[in-house]
């Protein structure tokens, strides 16, 4: 009777040694079997990897919400668990909590403005324009040229898919240039930020100036003056919309209500951080700088 009671007891056990070994076993292939990880800053440009990485493994999520301006967003906790779990960070590389990001994850980042062989413009005060630059069409040819050999050295299963998708996005690019470009030669214009300049300035506008020359500045009365002085002569006033179309921002509210006064153009530049792609963006830009060239 003991001998079949101890029997039955070493049965269980292994029973339960064997179930708890499979447990083990699911959880572990579960996590290995994740999908890694390719982290955004900004919404939007998880859009232009959706399109690079269609038809891969990748799991691609962006940190600030669309619509809310990157220059206030603060690091929550659960950021910091995607930013130490990311395969790869994509930043724009200039406002504070991005600056927070590199200081994390070091190599693990890519800020756009670092990528070779971009063409980079400065402000009136000296400074480089980190802004955006990959709204020039030959910016963003370079970038996603860039960006797909990173992730292929990361992630080589995927790297006929990434080349092909890479072909697809930069013969787009491409195109638009070829189309555009200079579109708008010399046409005199005030910008609301540095947000559009690299929107704008390859299609060939004048840039005479901006309402506001860095975010957390204040405009001065000669930068008031100016603006008057060229919408008052027919010039074009290039503010930052959201997805409505309404200015984001002091600076573009302003200027868009100087271009009624005086009845000039208006180029709306949808704001970098919109849930929507970057060729997207130059595709709404391009479109209304046909209509104003007619």
Known sequence: MLNRIHATIITIILILAIAVSLIQMTFTNSENSQSPLILTTFPGIDKDLESLLAGCEVKIEHLVPSGVDPHDYQLKPSD??????????????HTPFEHQIKDIAGDKVVEIPEIPNLTLY????????????????????????????????KIPECSDIIDQNKINLSERAEKIYDEYANILREKPAILSSPASQYAVAWLGVDIEGFILVEHGTSTSPEQVSQAE????????????????????????????????????PVLKVPAPYLDTSTLDKILSITAQAEELKK
């Open 80 to 93: 910091y668990e995607k930013i130490n779990s990311a395969l790869l960070i994509i930043s724009t590389g």
């Open 229 to 264: 002085e060229i919408l008052s002569h027919g010039g074009l006033a290039v503010i930052i919309v959201d997805d409505k179309g309404e200015p984001v921002d002091q600076a573009s509210s302003y200027l868009n209500s100087l271009a009624e006064k005086y009845g000039s």
């Open 122 to 153: 400065t402000l009136p005060s000296g400074a480089v324009n980190l802004h955006m630059p990959i709204y020039d069409p030959q910016n963003y040819i370079k970038y996603i040229e860039y960006v797909s050999s990173i992730i292929k050295s």
